[in-house]
């Protein structure tokens, strides 16, 4: 099962139950996973606890041996539904505390959590101060922290927090707080970084709503703030419908999980979708939910090929459970590092113990386009070790 938000008013992720659609048909024109045909039930998680809930009850109802490519929030609501069953949750998108968790769950990024301290660590070499503009919800106020740990590792400030609505159609106070902010950091010009202030906002789907207040209030003040974001909170695909090189993002520093979508190692996902996707515009291979949904059925395809036994034998959600806590790792053509999730690959900290995937990249808006900083990933495990505990 894959399931995702869609037609809500806060963060949509149609793209990934349709990319889980058009994975199957690709395996299945092949010959299946090790024999096996790949079938694959959907759901909408609405971005509630009663959608989440309701999916989970879906998935386990349904028999499904995994639970795959998906996004939600919201944790408790469908973790504890799939642990009881034995189902496990493979590469969410890394919006709940608990895929970093429960033993059930087998993460293919960092989620959150790494994206905020790579992108302090990112920042803290350009910027005197920054202002963090994010929601006000429970999983919002992990951000701070994280943030400020990749701040502190670069020997920055910690960031000024500026709470936000995560649904909200007009950002206007919230915009006026992070300039201020950033703009009484640039006249103090202290500290390390080079006197300069920056605003980062990670606001999910309403990124670019507070871009829009942000810019509008910018420029009946006068003078330029550099902004800074996150994969999700930025992609390709917004940067496209928002100007390109002259819409709001152009100079903005973004912290992602994989490499920029123009990485020919995303090749074979773009063939999968050029040939399989059948012109489904809801699928856009630059788009973070799409390719966390490719990487995390490549998962999927390596392990039950590991289990094996052809189309006469049944697998079930316990043969993947074992193999996954057993096996070797699982490689997705340089996408991440190789994934393992045997006790000796957990992260050494109590909020985050099953991140096994630390890397993140440094990215920048160039002429409308994220470009890599560099081809390497930046490994940021020890500042998660070191960020303060959300307990």
């Known amino acids: 099962m894959t399931w995702a938000p869609e037609g809500t008013k ?6 990934m139950p349709a990319m889980a659609k058009t994975y199957a048909r690709w395996v299945n024109a092949k010959g299946g996973l090790a024999g096996h045909e790949l079938k694959v039930i959907t759901c909408n998680e609405r971005n509630t606890t009663f959608g989440a809930a309701a999916c989970a009850r879906q998935a386990v109802r349904a028999g499904a041996i995994a639970v795959v490519g998906s996004y939600s929030q919201h944790g408790r609501a469908f973790m504890a539904p799939l642990e009881v069953a034995g189902i496990p949750y493979i590469g969410g998108y890394g919006a709940s505390d608990e895929e970093f968790v429960s033993p059930f769950s087998y993460p293919v990024n960092g989620g959150q959590a790494t994206l905020l301290a790579g992108n302090g660590r990112q920042l803290a070499r350009d910027c005197t101060r920054v202002a963090l503009v994010r929601p006000d919800t429970i999983a919002g106020d992990d951000l701070p922290a994280l943030l400020g740990s990749g701040l502190a590792e670069g020997g920055g400030h910690p960031a000024t927090d500026i709470r936000a609505a995560e649904d909200a159609s007009d950002y206007t106070a919230a915009a006026r707080k992070s300039l201020k902010s950033a703009r009484s950091a640039s006249l103090a010009g202290t500290g390390t970084g080079t006197g300069k202030g920056c605003v980062t906002a990670v606001l999910g789907d309403r990124t670019e709503t507070f871009f829009d207040s942000f810019r509008r209030v910018e420029s009946e003040t006068g003078g330029k703030v550099a902004v800074a974001s996150v994969l999700g909170s930025v992609a390709q695909p917004l940067l496209d419908r928002t100007g390109g090189r002259n819409g709001p993002f152009e100079g903005a520093y973004v912290t992602g999980w994989y490499p920029v979508a123009s990485d020919p190692r995303w090749d074979p996902m773009r063939k999968v979708i050029r040939e399989h996707a059948f012109a489904d515009n809801r699928i856009d291979p630059a788009e973070p939910g799409v390719q966390t949904a490719w990487i995390a059925y490549t998962v999927l395809k ?28 699982v490689l997705t053509g340089g996408l991440t590092p190789r994934l393992s999730w045997r006790f000796e690959d957990m992260l050494s900290s109590r909020d985050f113990p099953r991140i096994v995937n630390r890397d993140v990249t440094f990215q920048v808006v160039r002429q409308g386009r994220l470009v890599q900083l560099k081809r390497d990933f930046v490994d940021v495990g020890e500042t998660l070790v070191r960020a303060p505990s959300a307990g």
């Open 10 to 15: 806060a963060t949509n992720m149609p793209g």
């Open 302 to 329: 390596e392990t039950v090929e590991a289990i094996g036994g052809g189309d006469e034998a049944d697998i079930s959600a316990a043969d993947v459970f074992r193999t996954l806590n057993q096996g070797d790792g």
